[in-house]
């Protein structure tokens, strides 16, 4: 148990010091440098609407532990939160499209909800006009938190187990004893600590400065106004009994507040602030400026027509933090070990991320999977100043936009582009973007092969950002070859005399003697799959490890001390060409010979090359890294030996396709660390013998998940991931990847399904806008592999 100092008493740093003292570590000091418990951050003047419903599973199941937690809360018989249920309204037949989307991650979340006609959604909510909305999205478990009494009350709690919370304590410099926090300076003393977490809402890049931690968060100013008495709502009897209330066609929510109305606005210019401006007015909020206010309240006169008798009565233009993705940011940090985040938090998600920051300081690891928030998802290009500021205001401006799941970034772009953008440009190439990196999704060069294709009729949605283009130049590859760009993708060189040993004990795989390539697991100390890597063994004691964005912090974690290993990331520097198919052995051939069984150093066409055998579309092949200095002359000479062969550049989509048909999972995608290697199909990664991380638990695991491979029975049906999956009408997964799978004719897609309901042959139904999809549980999704 540490000595654990909470900066920031809203209503994270109250619902962590609960979490934590629960599991006994009492030793927890809260400090604010404002009043308890309106201590004058975001929380002491947010709405506190619970909406769950989310297309991350991860924020669903943060937002449905929040409301689980709250409903059982009172502070002084005042109850924390009411029950009064949320709905979303459509003004127009995309949004009520998108309402049915948002069912189908309702029900892939767990959570009840249901699709309403526009009178059962006047009926839900006394001033709703039925003639201004198509429909709705009804979730009755949704809610009003009152922020600051769930606080207070779970600071009692915490209280009540030997925390401290110290009010007018400004937190002004963060210790540190031989690179570990050792405890924070105040206004009013030095308080010891061996553990400090930063949970200082929109203060949080101020605080994270004083540790030399970059905390990526932009404050943005938000509307919200009250309205005078409403005569609609004359005799209110209670706080609120009207479902809470979202028109984001229009950018706006709504509350009751006694028999006034509470409305928030999204739709006006964004308002980035920096946190000492908004610390100079009181409780950190900016004046209200009514005239930002005027299109909401006219908005809200067509939805609401019962608002005519009042007007806007007060209003705030209140501050509150906004990522770059969207998403909270959570764990320890690399550049200090103890010191600890967690911002970036609705209120709607705050105990569910208390919960799982508990766990992972307690426990060594949260329960579920929190990748999607982790500090570290970001590059370096990703956390400067005016990435986090472009990327924060995007997210205020989309936070209701109907998002597409395969919508290109629009900006900042582009940042990080590989060796081969200019042949790629050349090559029509329509890029997206990954991590700040320019990746080609398919080529308009290669159009003249899809028009010999023939293949079904997509719906408009998912016909949105996709292209026939990437099926050619998938068949392509089957039938041929095809060039792939893997520049994006992370590429760490772990050297020295403790390498080999350091990788047998962090992973599951065993390269054995040089030149060996293996596919391998890293896994938690629960056996859960936190990662999915490729080994190659270059020297004795040389190794290249293709590995994932978060892999390269979890290496450096477990470094051991005594300098027998040095680790480099060497994906910026370097670059990397995926070339498979068929052909892609004689393409090689023609130019090199490498040792047929994986890894090893050559020359291609006079460039110094790492040439590892891998075959993750399921067809043989190689990978070729190389520095990035070289990779134009690298990507030139393999598409002039690849010529006569037929062999084309390739994009992005045809690669998921292949990989979906291939039966290959994404980690963070398709495999979490919430599955073990045997749930997630992964057991051949994991050698027999020795001791590794994970090991241990594994013989204990239950196996009770699987991930499925399905293939849609109708050759013309689509889904596209995260939509629930059902066994006789009854939601028991959901889809993580999915695409039309070129080779075989159809759709593909990888779902978690229970271990009992996975057996090849099984016929499932998944929800697409509403509509049940009949697809088939299969051994191979698509293609006999060939490596
Ligand atoms: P805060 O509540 O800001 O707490 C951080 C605390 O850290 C502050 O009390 C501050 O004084 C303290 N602190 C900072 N620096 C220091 C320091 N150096 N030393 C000591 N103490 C320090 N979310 C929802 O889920 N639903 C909603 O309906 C909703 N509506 C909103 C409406 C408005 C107008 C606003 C502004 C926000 C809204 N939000 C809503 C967002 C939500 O309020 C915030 O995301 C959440 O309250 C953040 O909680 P927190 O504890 O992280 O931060």
């Given at each position: ?54 297309p ?38 995309e949004?009520?499209?998108e309402?049915?989307r ?223 993705d969207g ?64 990327r924060?205001?995007a997210q205020?401006v989309q936070?209701?936009d109907v998002v597409h799941p395969l919508a290109p970034l629009a900006g900042?772009r ?16 329509v890029f997206g973007e990954s991590?700040?990196?320019?990746r080609?999704l ?18 408009a949605w998912s016909a949105r950002h996709w292209s ?184 992005q989509h ?66 596209m991931g995260r ?65």
């Amino acid at each position: 148990m540490g000595r654990v100092v909470v900066i920031g008493a809203g209503i994270v740093g109250c619902a962590l010091a609960d979490e934590l003292t629960q599991r006994g570590w009492t030793e927890v000091t809260v400090l604010d440098q404002g009043p308890l418990f309106a201590a004058g951050g975001s929380s002491s003047h947010a709405p506190g609407l619970v909406f769950q419903t989310n297309p991350s599973r991860t924020l669903a199941g943060f937002a449905a532990y929040t409301v689980g937690k709250l409903r059982g809360l009172a502070l002084d018989g005042q109850p924390c939160f009411r029950q009064v249920g949320g709905l979303e309204v459509a003004t127009t037949p995309e949004r009520l499209a998108e309402l049915a989307r948002r069912h189908g991650f309702a029900t892939a979340a767990g959570i009840d909800a249901r699709l309403l006609d526009p009178a059962e959604c006047a009926r839900l909510h006394p001033l709703l006009d039925p003639g201004a909305v198509l429909g709705g999205l009804h979730v009755p478990t949704d809610g009003l938190a009152a922020p600051v009494r769930a606080g207070e009350a779970q600071a009692r709690r915490a209280s009540g187990r030997g925390a401290r919370f110290l009010a007018r304590h400004t937190v002004t410099g963060i210790a540190q004893d031989r690179g570990r926090v050792s405890g924070v300076h105040t206004d009013r003393g030095f308080v010891p600590a061996d553990v400090v977490v930063c949970a200082a809402g929109f203060w949080g890049p101020d605080v994270g400065a004083m540790a030399g931690v970059t905390v990526p968060l932009q404050p943005l100013a938000h509307q919200y106004a009250r309205t005078g008495p409403v005569p609609a709502l004359a005799g209110a009897v209670s706080e609120a009994s009207a479902p809470i209330l979202r028109h984001q066609d229009q950018d706006l929510y709504y509350r009751e507040h006694g028999d006034r109305l509470g409305i928030g606005s999204y739709g006006h210019r964004p308002m980035p602030v920096r946190a000492a401006e908004a610390a100079a007015h009181a409780d950190s909020c900016l004046p209200f400026t009514p005239e930002d206010f005027a299109e909401a309240w006219k908005q809200s006169l067509v939805l609401l027509p019962g608002l005519a008798g009042t007007e806007v009565a007060d209003g705030i233009n209140g501050v509150f933090s906004f990522t770059p993705d969207g998403m909270p940011l959570m764990g320890e940090s690399r550049e200090l070990p103890g010191f600890w985040v967690a911002e970036a938090v609705w209120v709607t998600h705050s105990a569910g991320v208390a919960r799982a920051m508990a766990e992972w300081l307690v426990e060594g690891q949260p329960r579920t999977d929190v990748s999607e928030c982790d500090l570290h998802r970001f590059t370096d290009v990703q956390l400067s100043p005016e990435y986090v500021a472009e990327r924060g205001i995007a997210q205020f401006v989309q936070v209701y936009d109907v998002v597409h799941p395969l919508a290109p970034l629009a900006g900042p772009r582009p940042l990080r582009v590989s060796p081969f953008v200019a042949r790629q440009q050349e090559l029509g190439a329509v890029f997206g973007e990954s991590r700040g990196w320019e990746r080609p999704l398919w080529f308009a060069a290669n159009a003249p092969l899809a028009a010999e294709l023939d293949l079904p009729p997509r719906d408009a949605w998912s016909a949105r950002h996709w292209s026939p283009i990437a099926v050619a130049e998938a068949r392509a590859t089957r039938e041929r070859g095809g060039l792939y760009d893997l520049t994006p993708q992370t590429r760490i060189e772990v050297a020295g005399p403790g390498a080999a040993g350091f990788l047998r004990e962090l992973t599951t795989g065993d390269v054995g003697p040089v030149g060996g390539v293996v596919d391998a697991l890293l896994l938690r100390a629960d056996g859960g799959v936190r990662g999915i890597v490729t080994l190659a063994r270059l020297g004795e004691q040389l190794f290249q490890v293709g590995a994932g964005p978060l892999d390269v912090d979890w290496f450096r974690r477990h470094l051991p001390d005594d300098g027998s290993v040095q680790l480099r990331e060497t994906t910026a520097g370097t670059c990397g060409i995926g070339l498979w198919g068929p052909r892609a052995d004689e393409v090689l051939a023609s130019l090199a010979a490498p040792d047929a069984r994986g890894g090893a150093r050559c020359s291609v066409g006079g460039v110094p090359v790492t040439v590892l055998r891998t075959a993750p579309v399921g067809e043989p092949g190689w990978e070729l890294h190389t520095d990035a200095a070289c990779g134009l002359r690298l990507w030139d000479t393999l598409r002039a030996a690849g010529e006569e062969h037929g062999l084309v550049a390739a994009g992005q989509h045809a690669y998921d396709s292949l990989r979906l048909e291939a039966g290959t999972p994404a980690w963070g995608l398709d495999v979490t660390a919430e599955l073990d290697p045997v749930e997630a199909g992964l057991q051949a990664a994991v050698r027999a013998d020795g001791g590794f991380l994970g090991r241990a638990a594994l013989a204990g695991r239950r196996h009770e998940r699987r991930l499925a491979r399905l293939t849609l029975d109708d050759p013309a049906a689509i889904v596209m991931g995260r939509e629930p999956v059902r066994v006789d009408g009854r939601p028991v997964g959901h889809v993580t990847s999915a695409a039309f799978g070129p080779t075989i004719g159809r759709a593909v897609a990888l779902a978690w399904l229970p271990a009992d309901l996975a057996e090849p042959g099984r016929a499932v139904t998944i929800d697409w806008f509403g509509q049940p999809v009949a697809a088939t549980v299969v051994r191979e999704p698509g293609v006999p592999v060939r490596r």
